[in-house]
């Protein structure tokens, strides 16, 4: 194996050059899995792939970097209070919604908003979906969760993390869905600029999800951006299922 020629910061910036390298590889074989058996079947190979490599990966980075492990999870989170375990899981959604946010504006800045704003509609409607299907694992909820297996789902994503949302008007087979408090408007509103006009990612967004969750939920705008809305929310949604 030929010796590299860096120093030890050089080092460490190329291994985390190989991490994101990792995770655009696992992202382009999920691509692929999806292309070749939809995502159905890929959600459940992707599930059989991310246990076996996760515990993997917890397993070598233990022996090297010399942390205990413990059900399979580095002790050192275990032993942290649970307030610290909230902000650690809020810190990983936050970087999300930054990772995002960085996309966007590298192709907005060299190609203009028109493109930037296409390339995020499509990636919605990848990445919406693949939560869903990931958080219906997670809660083990069956093919047609209904309204409620939608408003447990809502809870999980990444966004119910990161910003403030809520319900009304809730039936069993209709609820409305608000977001109260938006961390990307809220920054917006802060430097004096307009609300982002999100209603077309939006409406991809909010239909793939729910449409995963349960085929039979449909989606309607109340009122997202560019839209008015009151200061109460900035976007708002009804899903349904039709009798």
Not at 10 to 33: A, C, N, P, S
Not at 191 to 217: H, M, N, V, W
Request: glycine share 6%.
């Amino acid at each position: 194996m030929e010796k590299l020629n860096l120093d030890k910061k050089e080092k460490i910036k190329l291994t985390f050059d190989f991490l994101q390298r990792m995770f655009v590889h696992y992202g382009m074989w999920y691509h692929e899995v999806v292309e070749t058996f939809g995502k159905e079947r890929a959600a459940d190979i992707m599930e059989e792939a991310w246990q076996k490599s996760f515990a993997i990966q917890m397993k070598r980075l233990a022996k090297t970097a010399g942390f205990a492990l413990e059900d399979g999870l580095p002790k050192a989170l275990l032993d942290m209070s649970e307030e610290q375990v909230d902000a650690l899981r809020e810190a990983v959604a936050v970087n999300w919604l930054a990772n995002d946010g960085v996309w966007f504006q590298a192709v907005e800045f060299s190609e203009g908003m028109a493109l930037a704003k296409k390339c995020n509609d499509a990636a919605w409607s990848h990445f919406s979906p693949y939560e869903a299907l990931r958080i219906k694992k997670i809660l083990n909820l069956p093919e047609k969760a209904g309204i409620a297996g939608l408003k447990k789902a809502m809870a999980y994503r990444l966004y119910g993390t990161v910003n403030v949302q809520s319900f009304a008007n809730e039936t069993a087979t209709s609820i409305d869905f608000y977001m109260n408090e938006c961390r990307v408007q809220a920054a917006r509103k802060r430097k004096g600029l307009q609300d982002y006009p999100c209603k077309s990612g939006g409406i991809i967004e909010y239909t793939t999800f729910a449409e995963t969750i349960d085929p039979r939920i449909k989606t309607k705008v109340i009122a997202c951006p560019p839209d008015k809305h009151p200061d109460e929310w900035y976007c708002g949604w009804h899903f349904y299922i039709e009798s």
